[in-house]
């Protein structure tokens, strides 16, 4: 290697280094600048899901002192012999059944009918989205005051002649009582992300579709159905990780019990019944919730998938 060769490696070997250096001190800047939210993500998140995995395998008694003692996988396989388990998870699949497609189908209704320049489309929808903005307590509430025997739509149904019904209290209702109101509720929060979606599908294809002698009906199914195809696979596994989380209207129809006669018990509330209502049974509870978790885990994979599959045909 003549001297030439050899000053020109030297350089580049400098050149590296300074490179090298300067990467790595970008890198630590980067990591320096992320290290509250990284903190954050370990104290809040990642710490606790640990430990409640870590409880998952014991029994404990948090009263008098954390007591605790191992039973290894039992809390797990205990799920399958629990009556109440599997009558949760039954009344969550029923209610997940119902809700999800029930909501996604109106709030894409919705959105094509105020996509169309209806009159006065923004105060339509600045009443649609209202219920969005509202308390679910206060929703549960109110929609309980209307449920009641004597309440709103026991009235209007008695002024027509009309059945009425035990809406709250009976075993047979009281969870499709749940379904309607929360239909009612989430389906404008969807609502306004297919609007924000039907703003991106090209006009040219409505109108190329209508010179064809296509129909109101024959342009939605054809032409925005398809178009929204990655909006309503996104809609869908929102609406699953929502309602296989239901608790609060639940708890509060109920006033925590899941009644009447289990029929409005929900894995969630069951997770709250067992870890903060017996003693003992935390350790069983945080074995619930990593079932829940995976369910919804399983659920939201398996509807990805279909979808891909869809679109890829």
């Known amino acids: 290697m003549d001297s030439a060769e050899g000053n020109s490696y030297s350089k ?10 300067r990467l790595m001190r970008e890198i630590l800047q980067g990591y320096g600048f992320m290290l509250p939210t990284i903190l954050v993500l370990l ?9 409640a995995v870590f409880l998952s395998f014991f029994d404990v008694t948090l009263l008098g002192g954390t007591v ?18 599997q009558r949760a998870l039954m009344n969550t699949a029923l209610y997940v059944g119902i809700v999800v497609p029930a909501q996604t189908f109106l709030a894409l209704i919705l959105a094509a009918t105020l996509n169309t320049g209806l009159k006065g489309e923004k105060f339509f929808r600045i009443i649609y989205f209202l219920p969005t ?41 009281a969870l499709y009582s749940i379904m309607i109101m929360n239909i009612w509720a989430t389906a404008p929060m969807f ?14 294809l409505y109108e190329a579709a209508e010179l064809d002698g296509a129909n ?33 209207q639940s708890y509060i129809f109920s006033g925590g019990s899941g009644g009447p006669a289990n029929s409005t018990l929900t894995v969630v509330l069951l997770i709250y ?4 209502k017996s003693l003992g049974t935390m350790g069983y509870a945080t074995a619930i919730a990593f079932m829940l978790a995976l369910i919804i885990l399983i659920a939201s994979i398996l509807q990805r998938l279909l979808s891909k599959e869809e679109q890829f045909n």
């Open 273 to 276: 019944q067992y870890a903060f």
């Open 12 to 21: 580049a070997r400098k050149r590296n280094k300074v490179n090298y250096k």
């Open 216 to 248: 109101a009906i024959q342009r939605f199914w054809h032409i925005t159905v398809p178009q929204l195809r990655p909006i309503t696979s996104f809609v869908v596994i929102m609406g699953l990780i929502g309602t296989f989380q239901l608790f609060d």
């Open 191 to 204: 609502m306004v992300i297919y609007l924000a979606a039907l703003q991106g599908v090209p006009k040219t």
């Open 43 to 51: 104290v809040f998140i990642l710490g606790p899901v640990l430990y």
């Open 133 to 173: 903005l509202t308390s679910s307590a206060v929703l549960t509430l109110i929609f309980m005051w209307m449920y009641n025997q004597n309440g709103l739509i026991n009235n209007i149904l008695d002024t027509f002649n009309l059945p009425t019904y035990n809406w709250i209290g009976d075993p047979n209702i």
């Open 68 to 85: 605790l003692n191992y039973t290894g996988v039992e809390n797990y396989l205990r799920i399958m012999d629990d009556a109440r388990a």
